[in-house]
Nanobody, 127 residues
């Protein structure tokens, strides 16, 4: 089993920035990916970004591309989501999850590929 712990959420004004962290521990395979998802109030959880652990390949949903950047620290097993130019529609609970079916060079966007999940961290963007 894999454990994931998110941190870094908070309240920020529109146009501001936040940097979320996802600490990863436990039994991991030789190739996997870490994804960020978010759930806005009254909406289903949706994909935000993902990164392949081995080669650092990334995927983003169109709504955050050019504003968010996902990176990983392989030594400390932490994945970051740097969020800039935040908008009110970025408000929601942000979750990280592990995809142990990922292969080098690709990142899954569908939630069905992700197994273990963190507890989430709340991001609120005010106007």
């Amino acid at each position: 089993q894999v454990q994931l712990a998110e941190s870094g959420g908070g309240l920020v004004q529109a146009g501001g920035s936040l940097n979320l962290s996802c600490a990863v521990s436990g039994r991991l395979g030789s190739s996997y990916g870490i994804g960020w998802f978010r759930q806005a109030p009254g909406k289903e959880r949706a994909f935000v970004a993902a990164i392949g652990w081995i080669d650092g390949s990334t995927s983003y949903t169109a709504a955050v591309k050019d504003r968010f950047t996902i990176t990983r620290d392989k030594i400390n097993k932490v994945v970051y989501l740097q969020m800039n130019s935040l908008k009110t529609e970025d408000t929601g609970a942000y979750y990280c999850a592990v995809d142990q079916t990922a292969v080098q060079g690709s990142c899954h966007m569908a939630e069905v590929y992700y197994g273990d999940w963190g507890q989430g961290t709340q991001v609120t963007v005010s106007s």
